[in-house]
């Protein structure tokens, strides 16, 4: 019964979605809101479990357990799928593999980090495409949560941010930290003054995820044409629904495989019409500059106008960012700008603190899983452990490696030669 009741539920959503296609996402929408009452009082723990833990368990455990590379970045999973794929993750060796992981590398300034305390785990050990699509999907399907400032949100920037700048809100807004790192990439004394003779300017967007920080870019620059691309169906969903259908400046498109990423995909964009490009926090150049970063900067250098900008702000390994320069020099670009605000990053993850451990909680609490004795507490140690590390948390690695100037919190500036 139970091998059958998995099956028949697998290949009734594989039937459904070639006849009908996917879920709509006001579909989406109406059944994260049916759906959330039976996950908060646990309706639902013992069959969920019994479908997953029946004799069709190794196949559904084995296609849906590995959050961190088996996830594809081409659909948004919908509430019950994200339930399903956070149980078979549980009862998936994973768990066990991390909590005893010892295959921990040095970082740029020889420190090492642990996985059960730090959060730490290697490059190589996950896929963009999995562990964003399992992201995006999440904070898509949970909708608003707490904030320590009393007002409920949702979780829209998947950014680290930044703090000490002029342009920062109060601590009502409680995603500040991430608008004002957005905001401080057009904030360039040399971009200031392009706009003011350019007050119509279009911008294009690589890497936006949810697209908050490009909706939040159209009121800063209110004269604005704003294109947002991602290569997370997921994240253009929500950028779609949260954003561009209320913003008629703000245009969201799905990018499959990324700019320059596994299909060596082009935005479309006409050659020469943009006047600034924005990355922000993508993950990209995560170790150097490959195949991929290079695919991109020659996509943004041709859909650049001849001076027009390209403005980048990140947390990346120091090396890379000594790395970049030249390599955007032999594409044409000039340097106009570099500001280091790694202090201003670490400030920011520790006044976000409280807020970032309650939003985590939330999304634990969330999964129906995680209340099953045992296997529940385990897995969400591991959870929290791989969100907070991805999140810069005080005591994770990512966090520590600011603190040490192995990583470095940059904002550049550069700029197609006339």
């Known amino acids: 019964f139970c091998s059958s009741f998995a099956a028949d539920f697998w290949l009734t959503r594989g039937l459904l979605r070639q006849r009908i ?62 339930q399903i794929v956070a149980a078979a993750f549980c009862l998936s060796p994973i768990v066990s593999m991390l909590e005893t992981k ?42 608003r949560a707490p904030s320590p400032s009393g007002t409920d949100y949702q979780f829209t920037f998947n950014t680290w941010g930044i703090s000490d700048v002029a342009w920062i809100q109060s601590e009502a807004e409680p995603q500040r ?112 500059i490959g195949p991929e970063e290079r695919a991109i900067f020659k996509e943004i250098t041709r859909m650049l106008k001849p001076g027009g900008f390209f403005v980048w702000g990140n947390a990346l390994p120091t090396t890379v960012w000594h790395m970049a320069a030249p390599v955007l020099a032999e594409l044409g670009m000039e340097a106009c700008g570099s500001l280091n605000h790694t202090q201003g990053a670490v400030k920011a993850r520790l006044e976000d603190k409280d807020r970032v451990d309650r939003y985590v909680e939330h999304l634990i609490n969330w999964f129906t899983v995680m209340s099953v004795p045992y296997i529940g507490k385990r897995c969400a140690h591991v959870t929290d452990r791989l969100v907070k590390n991805f999140y810069r948390h005080p005591g994770t690695a990512l966090f520590q490696q600011m603190v040490t100037g192995a990583h470095s919190y940059m904002h550049l500036c550069h700029r197609r030669s006339s």
């Not at 040095?106 to 959060?119: H, K, P, Q």
């Open 21 to 82: 296609g996917a879920p709509s996402l006001a579909d989406r929408h109406q059944m994260k809101g049916e759906t959330k009452g039976m996950w908060q009082n646990h309706l639902i723990t013992v069959p969920l479990l019994v479908i997953v833990v029946g004799s069709g368990s190794f196949w559904t455990i084995q296609r849906y357990g590995n959050i961190l590379s088996g996830l594809s970045s081409q659909e948004t999973l919908s509430p019950w799928e994200l």
């Open 102 to 143: 010892d295959d921990f590398q040095a970082d740029e300034v020889g420190d090492t980090y642990d996985f059960m305390e730090n959060g730490d785990i290697n490059e190589e050990d996950y896929t963009k495409d999995s562990i964003y699509a399992a992201f995006y999907s999440t904070y898509q399907a949970i909708g």
């Open 177 to 288: 930290h991430g608008k004002a790192a957005y905001q401080g990439l057009v904030e360039f004394k040399e971009v200031r003054r392009y706009l003011e003779a350019n007050p119509h300017p279009q911008i294009v967007e690589i890497g936006c995820g949810t697209g908050a920080g490009a909706n939040h870019i159209t009121q800063v620059i209110p004269g604005c044409n704003y294109t947002a691309f991602d290569m997370q169906r997921a994240a253009i969903d929500t950028c779609n629904m949260l954003f561009a259908q209320h913003n008629p400046r703000l245009k969201c498109e799905w990018v499959p495989g990324g700019v320059g990423g596994s299909s060596g995909s082009q935005t479309g964009v006409p050659d020469g019409s943009v006047d600034i490009v924005i990355i922000s926090e993508t993950h990209i150049a995560e170790a150097t």
